[in-house]
């Protein structure tokens, strides 16, 4: 089976996205939780600040593998969520350790709106991309691959077919 | 005013000197007392009412109490007058009015205040005007100048009411009618502004209860049983009954000539005042420009009323007293599109822990409280009948339990609405253990204080010293009270004050990247028992380190080590910081260009530099811990980083800058005066507060030093009452069919004798649809006080 290396880079990033969405939910509930006054702030933030980096380097990992894949059209369509992931670290608040979620001030009612609302459209861009990477995969790259998976299928099968109908034969 | 026609008293006359042309017998002015208390104002001529409210006239004759530690003395002229109204109003108030108009010249208020000429018009007969007025109570958040002060507003005296003088209760029955108030401005004239005071004057009855300061002893408050409150939260008439000039018009014209003719141009004002119905974009009579050089006063000479909500006037007299809890516009608007429309900010201004004259304390098995959205309840709900009441924020009928039936007040039975909680807005429950998280903490202080070389020159330690032994018994407390000291370098010292010792022990820890504790049990000491070690201690102090040659300051390390000292009870530190902390955790650079100071490009290093002092900060809220901090440096000392420290504690800031204690006497005089009001003022411990509304609206932003715990409980390790909180409320849905919003705000405390009580203060006010009526009741003073705390 070959899989090229574009191949490749979807399937990673597929899986990738699925981690993702999982940072997106988990950021949705956090706030929600916070909003409905379930959770302490300084708690929160807490287990917050240390999703941030790592969610920002994912996906900048698979940025940079659909650039060293000369997907130019993926790549295209993830530029605008690098940037503002760029943007978005720049403009913290001052905080010593990694992360973008100030205690003292996510309780303000506009920080609180704005987090969510970015939580639902990171939400919705992780899922799209999701599906695009899987519909991708098949278009593309991996209808060789698909094919060939088929091919075997039906030999193995055609040869079992065979096997059966002989010893008839042979008895005629 | 400096007027032209008057002389300006040199700074060094009439101190206490009493002009003759006062009507009487004004009692010789006290210099001494600060006379901080903000109401009584100026008119010590006859103008103010011979009859003074029964309950508070005693009350201002002598205030030591200060009550606005931050403002500079003699540097607002506000102030200035304060301390000429103080002494002299009600004694003064019962001479004969004299016939004919006179220019009273107030009595100067200090060294260097100008006198301020004032235009006195014969009344009748009067309560006491300012009784309500002004009690700006500046003890705001430090952020916070003083409210009447920068503003310039005059209240134009309508044509009508200009005419006849009625003494009498005229003014009071026209101001229900009119919408009230408060749109400042308006081409005044002196006159103007004396004859508007007048018609103030003669309106009902004013009941000053609530303004003025507290004795110093914490045990001003009238318990239940007392009875009823003469007048409880003061009322404010309006006392205008036109339409004032709207807000946008504070530019007005202030001729300074207090001319004794009558108004140059009340045609003028008459007719554009007929024109106006509060539109908003309205060009200004008689603008001209003023230069600043030669007219120093341009500031009104006695503080701004709060305007008035237009209710009914039963619910006016049990609304909250806007001193305690004031709304940025009175007339809320019915819908967010109406307030975008008005383009003013809706907040409300919140002082809760203000020392108070009267406050009903309620000690009841069961305290009432909705049970959906758990409102106290309060003077503006409904009830239904002797069995039910309406929640006036969540609008869910109730169940009146049956304690609440007897009213012990009257020892009457059945009539629910007479019980004190629901006659007063402003009252306190004894809390149950159910309001407990903990048994209530004892009073716990600890003060660490900088001894470096820096902190020697600067010399604050002997006046520290000096002033902690004055007031020593006057720190609220009782039996259980702690006291601890820790003075810190380049190390950090302990003190050990345990009660066998003959002297103080000292206790040096020079490991500052890891402090610990060397000793776990007298370094926090009971100050009763240990009160000689401790008065020893601070005798020697200043002595013991006269020699330092340390430059270094660890701050960082001194500030965990008082954490851990602290962290099993809470309590308050006090921290006293000299110098830009040079050392260990939480050490700071010097950021600041000395040559980009006055550069045009703006303020830069605004924020803090690092997030040390805000998580020890949180962590501090955490135990119930508030910590303040007194900045006495010459130098840059990155308070925007330091100050994170008590905003988060929900501490408060002082800071004297350029602090010397021989080149720099203000400064000094300064820090004594803080320091007495700051050892003596009441105190309240782990406290939490909420602030609820009704349906509709919702807080989005809170301002002030606290921290936010969840959507509307703020969480103050501290409560002290100079300190002043601001939220911005929005409005989510329409109020279409409600009249009346309501807002409350419930403080839970410990008091410092560890008993557990909570304040709670409830403001109505009314719901309106015109653009007109939302600025007819816009409040200038407490749109300005909110811009001040958002910025």
């Given at each position: 089976m070959a899989f090229t290396f574009a191949a490749f880079c979807y399937m990673l990033a597929l899986l990738l996205t699925a981690a993702l969405i999982f940072f997106a939910i988990w950021h949705i509930i956090a706030f929600d939780e916070l909003k409905t006054d379930y959770k302490n702030p300084i708690d929160q933030c807490n287990t917050l600040n240390p999703l941030v980096l790592p969610e920002y380097l994912i996906h900048f990992f698979f940025c940079v593998m659909f650039f060293c894949a000369a997907e130019w059209l993926t790549l295209f369509l993830n530029l605008p969520l690098l940037a503002y992931h760029v943007w978005r670290y720049m403009s913290r608040p001052v905080m010593s350790c990694p992360g973008l979620y100030d205690p003292t001030t996510i309780m303000n009612a506009d920080i609180l709106a704005y987090c969510q609302k970015e939580g639902w459209c990171k939400l919705a861009f992780y899922l799209l991309s999701f599906f695009y990477y899987l519909y991708g995969c098949d278009k593309k790259k991996n209808l060789s691959v698909a094919m060939e998976i088929l091919h075997c299928t039906l030999v193995d099968s055609s040869k079992n077919d065979r096997r059966v109908r002989h010893p008839q034969t042979t008895k005629t | 005013m400096s007027a032209p026609g008057y002389t300006n008293r040199s700074s060094s006359a009439s101190f206490g000197q009493n002009s003759p042309a006062n009507g009487g017998a004004a009692p010789p002015?006290?210099?001494?007392?600060?006379?901080?208390?903000?109401?009584?104002?100026?008119?010590?001529?006859?103008?103010?009412?011979?009859?003074?409210?029964?309950?508070?006239?005693?009350?201002?004759?002598?205030?030591?109490?200060?009550?606005?530690?931050?403002?500079?003395?003699?540097?607002?002229?506000?102030?200035?007058?304060?301390?000429?109204?103080?002494?002299?109003?009600?004694?003064?108030?019962?001479?004969?009015?004299?016939?004919?108009?006179?220019?009273?010249?107030?009595?100067?208020?200090?060294?260097?205040?100008?006198?301020?000429?004032?235009?006195?018009?014969?009344?009748?007969?009067?309560?006491?005007?300012?009784?309500?007025?002004?009690?700006?109570?500046?003890?705001?958040?430090?952020?916070?100048?003083?409210?009447?002060?920068?503003?310039?507003?005059?209240?134009?005296?309508?044509?009508?009411?200009?005419?006849?003088?009625?003494?009498?209760?005229?003014?009071?029955?026209?101001?229900?009618?009119?919408?009230?108030?408060?749109?400042?401005?308006?081409?005044?004239?002196?006159?103007?502004?004396?004859?508007?005071?007048?018609?103030?004057l003669n309106?009902?009855?004013?009941?000053?209860?609530?303004?003025?300061?507290?004795?110093?002893?914490?045990?001003?408050?009238?318990?239940?049983?007392?009875?009823?409150?003469?007048?409880?939260?003061?009322?404010?008439?309006?006392?205008?009954?036109?339409?004032?000039?709207?807000?946008?018009?504070?530019?007005?014209?202030?001729?300074?000539?207090?001319?004794?003719?009558?108004?140059?141009?009340?045609?003028?004002?008459?007719?554009?005042?007929?024109?106006?119905?509060?539109?908003?974009?309205?060009?200004?009579?008689?603008?001209?420009?003023?230069?600043?050089?030669?007219?120093?006063?341009?500031?009104?000479?006695?503080?701004?009323?709060?305007?008035?909500?237009?209710?009914?006037?039963?619910?006016?007299?049990?609304?909250?007293?806007?001193?305690?809890?004031?709304?940025?516009?009175?007339?809320?608007?019915?819908?967010?599109?109406?307030?975008?429309?008005?383009?003013?900010?809706?907040?409300?201004?919140?002082?809760?822990?203000?020392?108070?004259?009267?406050?009903?304390?309620?000690?009841?098995?069961?305290?009432?409280?909705?049970?959906?959205?758990?409102?106290?309840?309060?003077?503006?709900?409904?009830?239904?009948?002797?069995?039910?009441?309406?929640?006036?924020?969540?609008?869910?009928?109730?169940?009146?339990?049956?304690?609440?039936?007897?009213?012990?007040?009257?020892?009457?039975?059945?009539?629910?609405?007479?019980?004190?909680?629901?006659?007063?807005?402003?009252?306190?429950?004894?809390?149950?253990?159910?309001?407990?998280?903990?048994?209530?903490?004892?009073?716990?202080?600890?003060?660490?204080?900088?001894?470096?070389?820096?902190?020697?020159?600067?010399?604050?330690?002997?006046?520290?010293?000096?002033?902690?032994?004055?007031?020593?018994?006057?720190?609220?407390?009782?039996?259980?009270?702690?006291?601890?000291?820790?003075?810190?370098?380049?190390?950090?010292?302990?003190?050990?004050?345990?009660?066998?010792?003959?002297?103080?022990?000292?206790?040096?820890?020079?490991?500052?990247?890891?402090?610990?504790?060397?000793?776990?049990?007298?370094?926090?000491?009971?100050?009763?028992?240990?009160?000689?070690?401790?008065?020893?201690?601070?005798?020697?102090?200043?002595?013991?380190?006269s020699q330092s040659r340390e430059t270094h300051s660890a701050l960082g390390p001194a500030l965990q080590a008082a954490f851990k000292l602290m962290s099993p009870t809470g309590g308050r530190v006090s921290v006293f910081q000299t110098q830009l902390p040079s050392l260990g955790a939480g050490k700071l650079q010097s950021r600041e260009d000395p040559n980009q100071r006055s550069s045009t490009k703006g303020v830069q290093h605004l924020g803090p530099a690092t997030d040390f002092y805000k998580k020890l900060a949180l962590d501090c809220s955490g135990q119930q811990i508030g910590v303040d901090l007194f900045l006495l440096s010459s130098q840059y000392a990155d308070l925007a980083s330091l100050a994170c420290v008590s905003k988060y504690s929900a501490g408060s800031i002082f800071y004297y800058p350029s602090f010397h204690h021989v080149h720099n006497p203000a400064q000094l005089q300064k820090l004594q005066k803080d320091l007495e009001r700051y050892f003596t003022r009441k105190i309240g411990f782990e406290a939490v507060m909420r602030i609820r509304c009704t349906k509709g609206l919702s807080i989005h932003t809170f301002h002030g030093n606290f921290f936010v715990r969840s959507t509307d409980l703020l969480s103050l390790a501290n409560v002290n009452p100079d300190s002043a909180f601001a939220v911005q409320v929005s409005i989510e849905d329409s109020l279409a069919d409600s009249s009346l919003a309501c807002f409350q705000a419930a403080l839970l405390y410990t008091s410092s004798k560890g008993k557990r009580r909570i304040r709670v203060h409830t403001l109505c006010l009314p719901v309106v649809n015109q653009l007109s009526d939302v600025y007819a009741g816009a409040d200038v003073q407490a749109i300005t006080c909110l811009l001040a705390n958002m910025g």
């Open positions: - | 002015f006290q210099n001494g007392e600060t006379g901080r208390i903000m109401v009584r104002f100026c008119l010590s001529h006859p103008l103010a009412s011979p009859a003074p409210p029964p309950s508070s006239s005693a009350q201002y004759s002598h205030q030591p109490f200060q009550q606005t530690p931050y403002a500079p003395p003699g540097s607002y002229y506000v102030q200035q007058s304060c301390q000429t109204s103080l002494p002299q109003t009600q004694p003064q108030t019962q001479t004969q009015p004299q016939p004919q108009p006179t220019l009273v010249p107030a009595p100067a208020a200090g060294p260097g205040a100008p006198l301020y000429p004032i235009v006195s018009y014969p009344s009748a007969h009067g309560c006491s005007q300012y009784g309500t007025l002004s009690s700006l109570q500046n003890p705001s958040t430090p952020g916070v100048t003083q409210i009447a002060a920068p503003l310039h507003h005059y209240n134009t005296a309508p044509p009508p009411c200009a005419t006849g003088v009625q003494p009498g209760y005229a003014a009071g029955s026209a101001g229900q009618t009119a919408p009230t108030v408060n749109g400042q401005g308006g081409a005044g004239t002196s006159e103007v502004l004396a004859v508007s005071i007048e018609i103030q309106c009902g009855e004013t009941s000053s209860s609530t303004t003025g300061s507290a004795s110093p002893a914490p045990n001003s408050y009238d318990s239940l049983e007392g009875g009823s409150f003469p007048g409880g939260p003061p009322s404010h008439f309006t006392k205008n009954t036109q339409v004032r000039k709207n807000v946008t018009e504070l530019i007005c014209a202030f001729d300074p000539l207090p001319s004794l003719q009558p108004f140059p141009n009340l045609s003028q004002l008459s007719a554009a005042l007929g024109g106006l119905s509060g539109v908003p974009e309205l060009e200004v009579e008689a603008l001209r420009p003023v230069n600043l050089l030669q007219e120093r006063n341009l500031l009104p000479q006695r503080p701004q009323e709060a305007p008035e909500p237009n209710l009914s006037p039963d619910l006016k007299k049990v609304n909250c007293s806007p001193q305690t809890f004031r709304c940025t516009l009175t007339s809320i608007p019915q819908t967010q599109a109406l307030l975008n429309k008005a383009r003013l900010p809706l907040g409300l201004l919140l002082h809760p822990f203000r020392d108070l004259q009267q406050l009903p304390v309620i000690t009841s098995n069961t305290i009432v409280r909705c049970r959906s959205c758990r409102t106290y309840i309060n003077p503006f709900v409904t009830f239904l009948d002797q069995h039910r009441w309406k929640c006036n924020l969540c609008y869910r009928v109730n169940d009146v339990p049956d304690e609440f039936m007897y009213n012990p007040v009257s020892r009457s039975y059945g009539e629910p609405h007479m019980r004190p909680e629901v006659q007063n807005s402003t009252v306190e429950f004894i809390a149950s253990s159910d309001y407990m998280l903990r048994p209530p903490q004892p009073a716990v202080y600890l003060f660490v204080l900088d001894v470096s070389h820096n902190a020697v020159e600067a010399g604050y330690l002997k006046v520290f010293c000096d002033s902690l032994l004055e007031n020593l018994d006057k720190m609220p407390g009782d039996s259980r009270t702690r006291v601890g000291f820790l003075t810190f370098d380049s190390t950090v010292h302990f003190y050990n004050l345990q009660e066998g010792l003959s002297q103080p022990q000292m206790l040096v820890v020079s490991d500052i990247d890891d402090v610990f504790i060397p000793s776990h049990d007298s370094l926090m000491v009971n100050l009763k028992e240990s009160r000689e070690l401790v008065k020893d201690l601070l005798t020697s102090l200043p002595a013991m380190f």
